[in-house]
T-cell receptor, first 112, second 113 residues
Framework: DAKTTQPPSMDCAEGRAANLPCNHS???????VYWYRQIHSQGPQYIIH???NNETNEMASLIITEDRKSSTLILPHATLRDTAVYYC?????????????FGKGMKLTVNP | KAGVTQTPRYLIKTRGQQVTLSCSPI?????VSWYQQTPGQGLQFLFE???????NKGNFPGRFSGRQFSNSRSEMNVSTLELGDSALYLC????????????FGPGTRLTVL
């Protein structure tokens, strides 16, 4: 079973920051938080991952709370193309046994 | 660098038939994982191959099998197809080394009639 909880859906206005929450209260010490997104019927797209420090790349920022029980994915300037299902996944560092356990994810709709 | 490719992209089969799907990983990647996505069950892990060996397996019946070749390309086979096997089948590749991420292909849409 997935170890994360996300709201089922969220709306965001185009051009505004989208803050996508995720709860993972049972996360273990060696588990990373991964974010993927899936645009309708395409393969999931990797966004970002982190262990305990905040991370930023060209797509998004990941803020992980100090107790690591929750995190927030931030899309700084949402566009219509960011409309997708976003998956927050908790997993041991990939490279030992490649298995991602996906939950239901959260549908983000970016509105004009 | 080319991404993960899957063939065919769409497939229609009838109940009782078998099907083989193919996945070519990103160049240099040695791990290939397979997932099934259905509206009811979501994305579920099928199995993972690394250096031609199955390293991890999900909870699917034995009708679902796979293999990996020396060039890291992988195939997935489903025998005795059932209506419930209709799904989007996704493969993902990674280097298989610590802290690498998985990169997904576009998927194969299988419809069983």
């Amino acid at each position: 079973d997935a170890k994360t909880t996300q709201p089922p859906s969220m709306d965001c206005a185009e051009g505004r920051a989208a803050n996508l929450p995720c709860n993972h209260s049972t996360i273990s010490g060696n588990e990373y938080v991964y974010w993927y997104r899936q645009i309708h019927s395409q393969g999931p797209q990797y966004i970002i991952h982190g262990l305990k420090n905040n991370e930023t790349n060209e797509m998004a920022s990941l803020i992980i709370t100090e107790d690591r029980k929750s995190s927030t994915l931030i899309l700084p300037h949402a566009t219509l193309r960011d409309t997708a299902v976003y998956y927050c996944i908790v997993s041991p560092p990939q490279g030992g046994s490649e298995k991602l356990v996906f939950g239901k994810g959260m549908k983000l709709t970016v509105n004009p | 660098k080319a991404g993960v490719t899957q063939t065919p992209r769409y497939l229609i089969k009838t109940r009782g038939q078998q099907v083989t799907l193919s996945c070519s990983p990103i160049s240099g990647h040695r791990s290939v994982s397979w997932y099934q996505q259905t509206p009811g069950q979501g994305l579920q892990f099928l199995f993972e191959y690394f250096s031609e060996t199955q390293r991890n397996k999900g909870n699917f019946p034995g009708r679902f099998s796979g293999r990996q070749f020396s060039n890291s390309r992988s195939e997935m086979n489903v025998s005795t197809l059932e209506l419930g096997d209709s799904a989007l089948y996704l493969c993902a590749s990674s280097s298989g080394t610590a802290r690498d991420t998985q990169y997904f292909g576009p998927g194969t849409r299988l419809t069983v009639l």
